[in-house]
């Protein structure tokens, strides 16, 4: 199998994973789009919510997963969870709410990324812009909120697909084993609250 080819099994192993966990309890998919990503509910003609990422690259895909792990149920409610995005091209104070914005999803987006055994590079997005970017500066931001999230606990969502990630990337179980784990521990965690 060529790396390529590999890639694709490991992006619909992803797919499969996050929607076998969370289309039944949160009536939401994980979907590859062909342009820019998206969070759009369901409506008259989708009955399920769907969280698209780009271009099928595996990165965008868990990067948009964990800006859907941290928005609340109302948020899931809006198109794009009702956030504003500027793209490429932002000033100081732009970039500054852009970064503000970003580590907690990045510092979600890590844990997961890791739990798959990959590299996790973090994302500036502002190619063009007049702002100054310190990548550095805002790695270790990234990094720090990681820290918290590994002593304080993760989100339930997110802990639920980062434990799914793991079983399937990391200890070899099945997408089926793997997502059948993830949801029971899921359940337990809704039940309590």
Partial sequence: M???QEEQCQLEQLMALFNQVFSSRYQTLL??????????????????????FAHGYFASALHEVSHWCIAGARRRL????????MPDGRDDSAQEAF?????????????????????????VDNL??????D??????RVEAKRQHYLIHGL???AEAFRQSLKALF???????????????????QMAVC
């Fill in 31 to 52: 979907v590859r789009g062909d342009d820019e990503p998206i969070y759009l509910p369901a409506d008259e003609h989708n009955a399920y919510h769907r969280v698209v």
């Fill in 170 to 188: 990391s200890e070899g179980q099945s997408p089926e084993q793997a997502a059948r784990c993830a949801g029971e521990w899921l359940d337990q």
């Fill in 128 to 133: 063009e812009g007049s702002a100054e970017v």
């Fill in 2 to 4: 060529t790396s390529q």
């Fill in 78 to 85: 809006l198109e794009d969870y009702g956030y504003w995005y």
């Fill in 99 to 123: 970064e503000a914005a970003e580590i907690a999803p990045q510092a979600i987006e890590k844990i997961l990324t890791l739990a798959c055994g990959r590299r996790f590079n973090v994302s």
């Fill in 135 to 140: 990548r550095d500066a805002f790695a270790a």
């Fill in 155 to 157: 989100p339930t969502r």
